[in-house]
């Protein structure tokens, strides 16, 4: 389905509309598959999703400076751009946007778009401006690249509900694709940040993944049905591995409301620290 053509590289956003105004008009539709870089097994399973359903691949790669708190590490984020395009070009993608906060952001920059309720939960209790930030960022690719369908990876399961509802409220015209959590053979969800772990700290977070799957196992084969006491068991088998447990929480897998008792397709959700890293991951039960 998809053309072969020489990756462009582009930088501008006025530039990357009058691209993505080319293709529509060769009646091309467009996947896009919005990222911070250092790209990973599970970023490429977006590529190769998007690869399957539409004819323009556009790959964007921008670490986004409003979503980062004052104490996170934005600036120690990876930007390793030369393997990112090798890894885009090999992916067969049409185009990579690299914009420059500048561009994105310029001096008086005044809009901002808020997710409300959704935003307040989970990740956004200890990151309070995080998902303004991200929920802003991709309105703004949306309308950068105009894309007919946008993939988001389940790892980012607050992010996926966010996004798909802001595009919804705002009657963005693409369509929101939700793709499988990519996972390292030992149960590792797989993530740029996971390059600050020492072999020491990777063995620890293993922790993260295993108690998630235990929980699942309590759910499906033991007939556990409480949302506190599965809380419980996985802070317990959390806590002598990890340096801070920041949540653990069992929620509605469509609309994020809590669940006292895990009747209904849930969402058991975490995030820990090992050392100063911050970890998330969750399984869908
Ligand atoms: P990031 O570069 O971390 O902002 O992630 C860009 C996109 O890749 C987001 O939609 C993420 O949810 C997705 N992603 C990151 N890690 C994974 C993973 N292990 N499995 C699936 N998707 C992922």
């Known amino acids: 389905m998809v053309n072969r053509i020489k990756m462009k590289i582009i930088k501008k956003p006025a530039e990357m509309q009058k691209l993505i105004k080319k293709y529509k008009l060769k009646g091309k539709t467009i996947g896009f598959v919005p990222t911070m870089g ?9 590529i190769h999703r998007a690869r399957k359903e539409s004819n323009i691949i556009v790959v964007s790669i921008f670490v986004n400076p409003t979503q980062f708190g004052p104490s996170e590490d934005f600036s120690r984020y990876p930007r390793p751009f030369k393997k990112d395009a090798g890894i885009c070009r090999k992916e067969k993608v049409a185009a990579v946007f690299v914009p420059k906060p500048k561009d994105i952001y310029p001096a008086n920059y005044f809009t901002h778009i808020t997710v409300e309720k959704l935003s307040d939960i989970m990740c956004g209790k200890s990151r309070p401006d995080h998902f303004k930030g991200v929920a802003t960022v991709v309105a703004k690719l949306f309308n950068i690249v105009q894309p007919d369908r946008a993939y988001f990876g389940l790892k980012d399961y607050q992010q996926f509900i966010i996004i798909r509802k802001m595009a919804g409220d705002m009657n ?22 996971n390059a600050y772990l020492s072999g020491e700290q990777k063995q620890r977070a293993l922790a993260l993944s295993l108690s998630l799957q235990m929980a699942k196992n309590l759910i499906k084969n033991k007939n556990v049905k409480s949302a506190k006491s599965i809380i419980s068991k996985i802070r317990k088998t959390l806590r002598p591995h990890v340096n801070k447990i920041d949540y653990v929480e069992i929620r509605d897998a469509e609309t994020l409301e809590t669940l006292g008792i895990v009747n209904k397709r849930a969402v058991i959700a975490a995030a820990i620290f090992i050392g100063k890293t911050r970890l998330i991951d969750n399984i869908i039960v």
Do not use: T, W
Not at 38 to 46: E, F, K, N, T, V
Not at 182 to 192: C, D, F
């Open 38 to 46: 250092a790209l990973h097994q599970g970023h490429i399973s977006l």
């Open 172 to 193: 963005f015209p693409v369509k929101i694709i939700g793709c499988p959590l990519v996972r390292e053979k030992n149960g590792l969800a797989l993530s740029s940040r």
